[in-house]
């Protein structure tokens, strides 16, 4: 059965994606908005205070090991989280840009990866909360556009305009490989 339900809040631009929460909740990603929104487990939509919004600011997210709710900076200069206590907080991030990054990816021991957009370097944030840069073997504009884990243990970053597949070893090498088909953007 296909239904609607009433939205407590709606701009334009409101939302970029959303993540499951352990209980059930179900939190959208704020891009544009001013103010998070859920719905809950049992259907109830309701909104909650953001410590830190900007026009653009995340661009999807990602469920840590422990029950935090990381948002990928998309143009943000901080990292947002809610815990799994439903507690929101940002915190420093060692690279940012224009729509850096574009999603993100939990790799098996707990990282995790955000996906490069037009960032020049990779960054990630650790299980124990510490976040880092990496280099990147191949960047460029609009490049990648969301990530999948492989079986193996592989992060591999989905080409949006790349002329070639980037990906992260499970062990952490980045190395890059061919593709059967690539395409120039049209535009971004």
């Known amino acids: 059965m296909v239904s609607t339900y009433a939205l407590v809040y709606t701009a334009s631009a409101a939302y970029n994606g959303g993540v499951l929460a352990p209980n059930g909740d179900i939190h959208f990603v704020p891009y544009a908005a001013n103010r998070g929104q859920k719905v809950s487990a049992a259907g109830v939509v309701s909104t909650y205070s953001l410590v830190y919004t900007a026009s653009g600011a995340y661009w999807g997210g990602v469920l840590a090991p422990n029950g935090d709710i990381h948002f990928v900076p998309a143009s943000a200069n901080r990292g947002q ?106 535009s971004v």
């Open 81 to 186: 989280k809610i815990s799994a206590a439903g507690v929101v907080s940002t915190y420093s991030l060692v690279y940012t840009a224009g729509i850096a990054y574009t999603g993100g990816v939990l790799a098996p021991n707990g990282d995790i990866y955000f996906v490069p957009y037009f960032a020049d370097r990779g960054q990630k944030v650790s299980a124990s909360g510490v976040v880092s840069t990496y280099s990147l073997v191949y960047t460029g504009s609009s490049v990648y556009n969301g990530g999948v884990l492989a079986p193996n243990g592989d992060i591999h970053f989905v080409p949006y305009s790349a002329n070639r597949g980037q990906k992260i070893s499970a062990s952490g090498v980045v190395s890059t490989y061919s593709l059967a088909y690539t395409a120039s953007l049209a």
